[in-house]
C-alpha cells in the first residue's frame, strides 16, 4: 500500500515563527503537492513538484514555500506565520505514467492541523 | 479552465437507505479522470472510485457506484445500504488527460449517516 506520512498531526506556532511541515510518500512517486483544506473552500494547491529539485506554484502560493530535495520528501515551509495560516495542510503523491489503470489517482497523507497564534 | 461544482455542502440519510451526491464539471477535453475522495473525521482522505471518461460503463465498487453522464457533465455518487462508517466529506475531482494537468477538486459534500 502506498503511505504518504506527515511529520506532526498539530502544530501550534506563534505568528512571526519559521514552520516547517514535512511529508514522506515511499511510492516513488514522481508527484507531490501541498494543499490547504478550510470550511467552505474545499481543497486549495498551494505549491506541486513533479521532480526532485522541480517545484511550482499552485492556485495560493503567497507566503509558503517548499523544498524537494529528495524524490520521497516533499517540505512546506512558512516563512513568517501568520494567523490566516491556520488551516488543515494535506500532502498528497501520485505517480507520473501515462497508464490508464489508476491513472493521477492521489494519495494523501493524514493532515497536520497548524494553528498560529 | 476546468471547474468542479459540488452543489450540496451538506446531507443526511438513514442508515441502510440510499443517497446520491452530485457533482457537475465543465471541460473542453474528451477524455479525462473522475475521482470521488472520502474523509471521514480525522482520518486520511482516500479514493472511493474513479471514473474513465473514454469508459461508457459506470464505474461500481462495493456499494458504491456513479452516474456518469458525459454530455451532461455530470458525475454522481450513489452510496447504497448506508453505514455510520460512510459518514465522511465527500470531495469530486476532475484530472485532464496530460500527465502536468492537475487534479482538480469540488469544495465538497459532507454526508451524515442517521441511525
Known amino acids: 500500500d502506498v503511505k504518504v506520512t506527515q511529520s506532526s498531526r498539530y502544530l501550534v506556532k506563534r505568528t512571526g515563527e519559521k514552520v516547517f511541515l514535512e511529508c514522506v510518500q515511499d511510492m516513488d512517486h514522481e508527484n507531490m503537492f501541498w494543499y490547504r483544506q478550510d470550511p467552505g473552500l474545499g481543497l486549495r494547491l498551494i505549491y506541486f513538484?513533479?521532480?526532485?529539485?522541480?517545484?511550482e506554484k499552485g492556485d495560493i502560493p503567497e507566503g509558503y514555500s517548499v523544498s524537494r530535495e529528495k524524490k520521497e520528501r516533499f517540505s512546506l515551509i512558512l516563512e513568517s506565520a501568520s494567523t490566516n495560516q491556520t488551516s488543515m495542510y494535506l500532502c498528497?503523491?501520485?505517480?507520473?505514467?501515462?497508464?490508464?489503470?489508476?491513472?493521477?489517482?492521489?494519495?494523501f497523507g493524514p493532515g497536520t492541523r497548524l494553528t498560529v497564534t | 479552465a476546468q471547474t468542479v461544482t459540488q452543489s450540496q455542502p451538506e446531507m443526511s440519510v438513514q442508515e441502510a437507505e440510499t443517497v446520491t451526491l452530485s457533482c457537475t464539471y465543465d471541460?473542453?477535453?474528451?477524455?479525462?479522470?473522475l475521482f470521488w475522495y472520502k474523509q471521514p473525521p480525522s482520518r486520511q482522505m482516500i479514493l472511493v472510485i474513479r471514473?474513465?471518461?473514454?469508459?461508457?460503463q459506470n464505474a461500481t465498487e462495493n456499494r458504491f457506484s456513479v452516474n456518469f453522464q458525459k454530455a451532461a457533465k455530470s458525475f454522481s455518487l450513489k452510496i447504497s445500504d448506508s453505514q455510520l462508517g460512510d459518514a465522511a466529506m465527500y470531495f469530486c475531482?476532475?484530472?485532464?488527460?496530460?500527465?502536468?494537468?492537475?487534479?482538480?477538486f469540488g469544495k465538497g459534500t459532507r454526508l451524515h449517516i442517521l441511525p
Open positions: 471514473q474513465e471518461a473514454y469508459k461508457q
Open positions: 513538484s513533479y521532480d526532485v529539485k522541480m517545484k
Open positions: 475531482a476532475y484530472n485532464g488527460p496530460d500527465r502536468d494537468d492537475k487534479i482538480i
Open positions: 498528497a503523491s501520485s505517480t507520473n505514467t501515462n497508464s490508464r489503470k489508476g491513472s493521477y489517482e492521489q494519495y
Open positions: 471541460t473542453s477535453e474528451s477524455d479525462y479522470y
